[in-house]
């Protein structure tokens, strides 16, 4: 079975939940403008946990071909964790997608292999799918390391996870030193770590654990470099940062896989 490819906006610490709507609005009118296809890839708006009512409303309301998620999960159930939010309030906002493990939490909120994959497993186990980052600094790539780094993060990002299970997350590999830099990935760059990430899991699972996962590219993904990087055969798709941010320019990313060339 082909896998789908998915196209997520990551808005970041952007957009209250007014500008939310705006945002949404015309960002679904732009796609069915221009005659997305949705059959062909999944667009997606990983939001700030604040506009996650506003937006639910919006896309189930208005039934719009679009999905919605949340940028990180508390790695508890529930109970005395203050200002955290769990992987059932977000399923209960009807999130299809959370992203666990972005370099930004790991950077700034110390957060670990071990960690990261508590959260996976929490949000699978409340049907929401995974979107596990993985990337290397820019001291790893230079230490020429980073493919290495990469399998390990996946490696311990797996953990405890069966095959059926691995087959439907989806991995995203984010080199930390093009991210938000403007330095994109070159797109042989892009294919070496996700052919790398498909080579691990089929090594852990099997090959056809490894054709069905999804693989994604972010760092400066932008309408004009889209293309190269997703014509690559192990990368399904793009986690979109500042980008994501301009409608006309998520919507021209999103729509990659309209056209007719491939
Ligand atoms: O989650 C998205 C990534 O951090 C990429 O961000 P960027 O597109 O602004 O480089």
Known sequence: MPRTPLMAGNWKM?????????FVQKLAWTLDDKKHDAAKSEVVVLVPFTDLRSVQTLIDGDRLKLAYGAQDLSAHDAGAYTGEISASMLAKLGCRYVAVGHSERREYH???DALVNTKAHLALA????PIV???????V?????????????VRAGLAGFSAEQVAGL?????PVWAIGTGLTATPEDAQEVCAAVRATVAELYAEDTADAVRVLYGGSVKSDNVAAI???PDVDGALVGGASLKVEEFSGIARFYDLPTL
């Open 170 to 174: 989806v991995i995203a590999y984010e």
């Open 230 to 232: 997703m014509a690559q």
């Open 14 to 22: 952007n957009l209250n939940h007014v500008e939310a709507v705006g």
């Open 133 to 139: 980052c993985v990337g290397e600094g820019k001291d």
């Open 110 to 112: 110390h957060e670990d």
């Open 126 to 129: 409340a049907g929401i799918t």
């Open 141 to 153: 790539r230079e230490s020429g390391e980073h493919v290495a780094h990469v399998v390990a993060q």
